[in-house]
């Protein structure tokens, strides 16, 4: 299977926070945010394994900024490890306030995937090609989160 780089799978998407996203105070619920993160990794892993994926785990979100009604979200996916049929897939979330221009970094969240096969099981996945020193130091990184889901099971 051939190996490719995360660059190639990345995935940006972005959307306007509306009232059905909020609570009565106008504050966005976390949940969405994590759905927009959940979706975003996925499309990274389905782009970087050509195949449909489901989310194995999800570590732990801190929001540190709030984002209001009015907000334009943005996630920016990539993948960060592979394993034999895993990913793990880093989503940056920043917030903008469209009128100010005020960008703020609200959360960066890590999520994994399992590849799956026409029949639902776990396939193999393309490894990834490390490029520049920042990816292998990355993939140091998401490997030993990776060690640590795996040893919390
Ligand atoms: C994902 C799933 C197919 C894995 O099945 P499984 O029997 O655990 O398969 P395996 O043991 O072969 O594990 C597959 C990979 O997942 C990884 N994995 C399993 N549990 C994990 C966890 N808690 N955290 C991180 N990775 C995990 C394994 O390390 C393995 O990775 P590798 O192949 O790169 O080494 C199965 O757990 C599943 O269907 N879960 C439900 C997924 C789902 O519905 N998600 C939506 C939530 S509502």
């Not at 993160?37 to 785990?57: N, Q």
């Not at 140091?140 to 060690?147: G, I, L, S």
């Amino acid at each position: 299977m051939d190996k490719k780089t995360s660059r190639a799978s990345r995935v940006t998407i972005a959307q306007l926070m509306h009232p059905e996203h909020a609570n009565p105070l106008g504050n966005v619920h976390g949940g969405w945010i994590m759905k927009l993160v959940d979706e975003a990794g996925a499309l990274a892993c389905m782009r970087h394994a050509k195949k449909r994926v489901v989310t194995v785990a999800v570590d732990s979100m801190t929001f540190r900024e709030p984002i209001k009604i009015g907000y334009l979200v943005t996630l920016h996916a990539e993948v960060t490890y592979t394993g034999r049929t895993s990913m793990e897939a880093e989503v940056q979330v920043t917030a903008e306030q469209p009128v100010t221009g005020e960008c703020t970094h609200t959360n960066t969240a890590y999520v994994v995937y399992v590849a799956l096969d026409d029949d639902g099981r776990p396939a193999p996945v393309p490894q990834l090609i490390l490029e520049t020193e920042e990816d292998m130091q990355r993939m140091e990184a998401a490997k030993k989160r990776q060690a640590y889901r795996v040893s919390q099971k």
